[in-house]
């Protein structure tokens, strides 16, 4: 299979029952869509973030967090980008969910209160990237130990550590 | 421990005066691996559990960001050490999605016998442990009998026991020793009287129904709302499996049965991951018999490595194995997240490439981390003797918990 150029234009995707779910709820929630080697991400607007996924888990039957985590640009402006991946148990779909943030205080709605199990994905992605979650109960580093310095997936933290 | 875990004792502790903490691993043989759980208990009844884990945190997704695509795949076998085809797979099927890469149907097959023989293999090692948690210790032996077979045969086809790293991003390292077809055959053909006699060993015993019905028992809604997968779905009555849902690597031309079970306790999880074995079993056995003729790597000579026949008669060939080994290969710019079926549950790969010969970023969405997050939900206000038996129906891998 030759890779084909992904597409990015709303109007030729908008059949995605994803993306036609968050359309038809608020179209400036969607900032943009790509559509690259049959996957679909959408990058969403930060402030609706969580009622869009409450949206999507109930009206468009994505009922499974799959998996949370974080792509850091740096030096690049928005720094980090925050990559959820919803998978639709009933329609085996899946779609990838992206909220770019600033890196001067990088903080985004959690989504814990939707699926409990969002807690440990949100934790790692704090531990590893310094990512804040707002309503987050119990936001402590998961995999690095307590007193750690520093968020080692971030792209200016060296390979080997600070010695 | 650090002072933010003290803090976190002392408010376990300042609770209620009727509860005390009970500290479990990390060094409990029961927790498989190095997994801590902070207990508050009341009497023999389970308050809170908080399970405290990083131990075996060895950044390997930092580490991703430094190596060529080709090094990463040994680092995937070292995560989930139960299951290294399985991660191989995932890696490997994540790459070739960003290269646009097609892969020869007997690689796939080959893919697949693997990846199913590596189910049993860790099944095998969850069913002896699992067994030995609770007290069983005969089954131990049965299972490791066959899995030591297993290892053997991995180790025929690629060089080592347990880290095989014998994907390649476009195909397999190399062809199959000579008997090493019959050997897998030999194994396949009699292992369902095998599993039979795990089988007897345990479904009729009524120790091990008293010690699993009924146990750490969990509803679909909470396994999907936590974001359990694999085998604990399917026990939880939720017949979902990548394999045959959203197929990848060619499942969809074999034939196999997704086994459920509604009850979703510790005993529905052991009869699912048998019924699996059994599964695995007939794909093996498809894959062996169906295997098809061919190469068993792409037709892409600047991913893959030349014959080293080629390499001493073709100028082309050394060069392009110079330039693989030195400098990597570059992929495409853009982003891919590839699940598969793990013997644990999804296994997910999200891969970012910048367009170089490095990934930009390498995530694992592993079973293990988001299985573990099910243990508070199954043991809270049940008896803490029932902790080791959730430990060990959850099947966790401690590799793939912390990676």
């Known amino acids: ?163 | 421990m650090s002072s933010n875990m003290m803090q976190h004792v002392a408010t376990l502790e300042a609770g209620e005066d009727r509860t005390m903490v009970l500290n479990m691993g990390p060094q409990h043989p029961s927790t498989h691996g190095v997994l801590r759980l902070l207990l508050e208990i009341d009497g023999e009844t389970i308050v809170k559990i908080v399970p405290d884990i990083g131990f075996l945190h060895t950044g390997i997704e930092k580490t991703y960001e430094a190596k060529f695509y080709q090094q990463c795949v040994p680092l995937a076998d070292r995560m989930d050490y139960l299951a290294p085809f399985s991660n191989e797979l995932g890696f490997c099927l994540a790459v070739e999605k960003l290269l646009g890469l097609d892969i020869p149907k007997r690689a796939t097959w080959m893919r697949v016998l693997l990846t199913e023989l590596t189910r049993i293999n860790s099944h095998l090692v969850w069913l002896g442990t699992h067994a030995m948690d609770i007290g069983a210790m005969t089954v131990f032996l049965y299972c490791f009998r066959e899995r030591e077979e297993l290892l053997k045969i991995f180790e025929a086809i690629g060089g080592q026991r347990m880290f095989t790293s014998y994907f390649r991003v476009g195909g397999l390292a190399m062809e199959a020793p000579l008997d090493w077809f019959s050997r897998t055959k030999k194994f396949i053909d009699t292992f369902p009287e095998k599993i039979d006699e795990y089988e007897g060993l345990l479904t009729g015993n009524p120790i091990w129904q008293q010690r699993t019905k009924g146990v750490a028992q969990i509803s679909a809604e909470d396994v999907i709302k936590l974001g359990g997968s694999g085998p604990i779905l399917r026990a939880s009555g939720v017949d979902f499996d990548l394999r045959r849902d959203m197929p990848y690597c060619g499942y969809e031309n074999f034939q196999f049965n997704v086994p459920t079970h509604k009850d979703g306790d510790v005993w529905a999880r052991y009869v699912v991951r048998v019924a699996e074995l059994r599964e695995s079993q007939k794909i093996c056995k498809q894959a062996l018999e169906g295997m098809p003729e061919g190469t068993i790597r792409a037709d892409a000579p600047k991913i893959v490595l030349p014959d080293r026949e080629k390499m001493k008669t073709q100028m082309e060939a050394l060069i392009y194995h110079f330039k693989i080994v030195t400098e990597g290969f570059t992929v495409p710019p853009g982003d891919v997240y590839q699940a598969i079926e793990s013997p644990r549950g999804e296994i997910g790969f999200y891969i970012v490439s910048n367009g170089t010969a490095n990934p930009y970023r390498v995530h694992v969405r592993a079973p293990s981390f988001a299985n573990l997050a099910l243990l508070p939900a199954m043991c809270e206000g049940k008896l803490i003797a029932d902790v080791v038996a959730a430990i060990g129906s959850i099947d966790i891998v401690l590799g793939d918990v912390d990676r």
């Open chain 1, 1 to 163: 299979m030759a890779l084909e150029p992904a597409i990015t234009d709303i109007e030729t995707l908008k059949e995605h029952p994803a993306l036609a779910t968050l359309l038809g709820w608020r179209a400036e929630s969607v900032q943009g869509v790509k559509w690259d080697r049959n996957e679909l991400a959408i990058f969403v607007q930060r402030e609706s973030f969580r009622e869009a996924c409450a949206l999507l888990r109930d009206n468009a039957k994505f009922n499974f967090l799959a998996d949370i985590t974080c792509v850091d640009w740096y030096p690049s402006e928005p720094r980090f980008e925050v990559v959820y991946n919803l998978l639709s148990i009933s329609n085996k779909e899946r779609v990838r969910l992206k909220v770019k943030l600033d890196g001067s205080d990088p903080n985004i709605e959690s989504l814990v209160s939707l699926w409990p199990g969002a807690n440990y994905f949100e934790r790692e992605v704090f531990d590893l990237f310094g990512i804040r979650f707002n309503g987050h109960p119990n936001l402590r580093r998961i995999l690095m130990p307590d007193d750690w310095e520093g968020h080692p997936l971030r792209k200016d933290y060296p390979v080997e550590g600070y010695r």
